[in-house]
């Protein structure tokens, strides 16, 4: 077997071997088929990944179909919202076409079914119908109406279509096996009476055709090789087959229904249903809203379509259904937004800094990197002056040799400034710190090549000149549901796993460079994280969402079972493994991964370096060059400890240049984000 043959998912399986017996290339056409009765959201992104991502593969052309069956529930809105995210996603479609294109020769089909005598009208409740219906073990019976004659189907599906009848009076039914196994092959409805108006179609009709009926039939009429669904349609590849036996001409392509495991990401919910509800109770501004898991939602948040489809790429094709952790989504937007995002700085938990000794009329521009992944973002200039604003968090009155940030008779250097040392606070009647006091060192300014200059010190804070401060709201956006799987409790509504903190509105400070940013436009906000202009803001009252932290801040938690508990105490005893020793292990095996496996692994990796001290780091700058992976999870290490303040020394700069110097592409690459 070929390289690119272990490659292939099982779906390019499918179509190599279907290439090989039943279709030519110039045959190959595949279709994204959403009903235009809400917003996408992530979980359609994997649908639309494998369709289009076929078409990319093949050269094949991709239909968007929208499946507007039930004028109850589908607006145009829906229509433009899915054009637009598709498009947006960095798809292109061949041909825009829609279910309802397909109404009439829908009918006329129905109309031959029943003289056929494989369709019939029924006209008992829907509560009737599915007393016959049976169950999965106990076979159905026949109902009273089946056995109507041809002439009298004829007449009666007619007077529907003419709209004699009220809803719910009379169904066609396809006349299959009402004791049938698959329950869904005993005598499914074809058509029920709506009276209601089409987004397209206006009161033309009055009786629309269901799901099953509507999906194998517009795919061969759009002439579909390859009908790919979510897992859920399984059961439904038998009457999928059963229709199309029914009218298939043999000089033509029989499209072939195939399943794949959908998407399912953790703390979300992707019922349409139920977002809905979110939209309709005020739980979220709407379909947009950030917080919600809508491509529109991702969109104004921040993500990019880059890290989506990198995403959507890392998950890969699968048979059977899974969990995925969101975190993995938010992996990939770390990762795209690092090498695209340019720094600037930004205090979202403000507290004055005073530099005493810094003269008071005094201000100087000083030159900041717009981002040390580009080299071509270039650079800006930043004001500092006497005043400045940092986080609160940033200082500490008395701190441990571990607090590596400003506390009292301890230096920092402020980023792309000097390095100062805290002096004393001052404090108000209730004892809280409202100004901090430092001085500086004007020989250490960032970039002068002085010796002062070069001079380490432990903690890099990011700070804004009070003067020069840009007021700014700040959405700083979490998770909506506190609970993993919020719409899987039996005995609970999803509603009660809201988090009543998703959303936390901030007054903030950033630097003046951010008073021109454009709506969309995303930065990274020093040692902070991920923020995107919100579509509300303006010149005069700018507006961040938080797309993402720098790293994940969520900790998983799940139910202590009684073997986990007994688990833990035969543990108890046992030394743990130190994360140092697991990242090495994980590297070892590195470079012989499949690429969606060493994206896993590479958030694992950077997840336990934040447990990782630079001392327990040193030693692995020296692994032998043949050892390539574990230079990798080194560097990769290595990178988190920078982002988290540690300065640079001789011994840091030499492990980065000889990585930029390796044969080995990924190393140089992991080498490059630093």
């Known amino acids: 077997m070929s390289e690119e043959t272990k490659s292939l998912n099982f779906i390019e399986h499918i179509i190599e071997n279907d290439l090989k017996n039943e279709v030519t290339q110039d045959e190959l056409r595949f279709r994204f088929p959403p009903e235009p009765n809400g917003y996408l959201h992530i979980g359609h992104t994997k ?23 039930n004028p109850a529930k589908e607006e145009q809105e829906y229509v433009d919202a899915i054009k637009e995210d598709v498009s947006w996603l960095g798809y292109t479609w061949d041909k825009e076409v829609y279910s309802s294109d397909y109404f009439q020769q829908l009918h006329d089909w129905a109309v031959q079914l029943i003289k056929d005598g494989k369709a019939y009208v029924d006209s008992q409740s829907s509560e009737a119908m599915a007393e016959q219906k049976g169950t999965p073990t106990q076979p159905g019976i026949d109902g009273p109406y089946r056995n109507r004659t041809v002439e009298e189907n004829l007449d009666l599906f007619s007077r529907m279509k003419a709209g004699e009848f009220n809803e719910g009076e009379h169904v066609l039914r396809a006349k299959i096996d009402m004791a049938h196994v698959n329950m869904l092959m005993r005598d499914p409805i074809m058509y029920r009476i709506l009276k209601k108006s089409h987004h397209r179609t206006g009161d033309d009709w009055c009786i629309y055709p269901m799901y099953d009926w509507t999906h194998g039939e517009s795919d061969y009429l759009e002439q579909v090789s390859h009908s790919l669904c979510s897992l859920e349609f399984k059961p439904h590849r038998e009457l999928y087959d059963w229709f199309l036996d029914q009218l298939v001409e043999a000089d033509k392509i029989r499209p072939k229904q195939r399943e794949f495991a959908r998407l399912n990401l953790s703390y979300t919910i992707m019922s349409k249903r139920k977002l809905l509800k979110l939209v309709e109770d005020g739980v979220v501004s709407g379909w947009d809203d950030p917080r919600m898991p809508t491509i529109s939602g991702l969109r104004r948040r921040g993500y990019t379509p880059a890290a989506i489809r990198k995403f959507v790429e890392t998950v890969g094709v699968a048979k059977r259904d899974n969990m995925i952790d969101v975190s993995l989504l938010e992996f990939c937007i770390r990762e795209d937004l690092n090498k695209t995002a340019p720094r600037v700085m930004a205090v979202l938990d403000p507290i004055k800094l005073v530099i005493s000794n810094y003269p008071e009329d005094k201000e100087e521009w000083l030159e900041a990197e717009n981002n040390q992944e580009d080299d071509s973002a270039g650079f800006r200039q930043v004001p ?12 500490k009155e008395q701190a441990n040799s571990k607090y590596f940030r400003l506390s009292l008779g301890k230096e920092v250097r402020l980023k792309n400034a000097y390095i100062i040392k805290g002096e004393s606070v001052v404090k108000d009647e209730n004892g809280n710190i409202t100004e901090i006091h430092a001085t500086y060192d004007p020989d250490t300014l960032s970039g002068s090549g002085t010796e002062a200059s070069l001079r380490k010190v432990k903690g890099t804070l990011h700070w ?9 709201e700040v959405r700083e956006y979490d998770r909506l549901f506190m609970d993993e799987t919020p719409d899987s409790h039996p005995d609970k509504d999803f509603m009660e796993f809201i988090n009543p903190d998703s959303l936390k509105i901030i007054t903030a400070f950033v630097e003046p460079s951010l008073k021109e940013a454009k709506v969309g436009e995303r930065f990274q906000f020093q040692r902070l994280g991920y923020f995107n202009v ?141």
């Open 47 to 69: 649908a639309i990944g494998i369709s289009f991502g076929l078409g990319e593969r093949y050269n094949a052309p991709v239909n968007l179909r929208f499946d507007d069956t």
């Open 384 to 395: 500092f002056s006497r005043e400045l604003y940092i986080e609160r968090d940033d200082f």
């Open 464 to 472: 804004v000149s009070i003067k020069h401060a840009v007021k700014a």
């Open 534 to 674: 919100d579509k509300e803001s303006t010149p005069e009252a700018l507006i961040f969402n938080k797309t993402v932290g720098l790293r994940d801040s969520w900790v998983k938690e799940k139910p202590k079972t009684e073997a986990n508990t007994n688990q833990n105490k035969q543990k108890q005893n046992q030394p743990q493994r130190k994360a140092i020793d697991v990242i090495q292990q994980l590297g070892k095996k590195y470079t012989n991964l499949p690429e969606a496996k060493q994206e896993k692994v590479k958030a694992e990796i950077l997840d336990l370096a934040k447990q990782v001290s630079y001392d327990e780091l040193e030693p692995l700058f020296g692994t032998a060059a043949k050892k390539v992976g574990t230079r990798i999870a080194a560097m990769l290490t290595l990178r988190v400890l920078l982002e988290n303040g540690l300065e640079r020394n001789t011994a840091i700069n030499d492990f980065i240049e000889k990585g930029l110097e390796d044969a080995n592409a990924l190393l140089v690459e992991t080498a490059n984000t630093i």
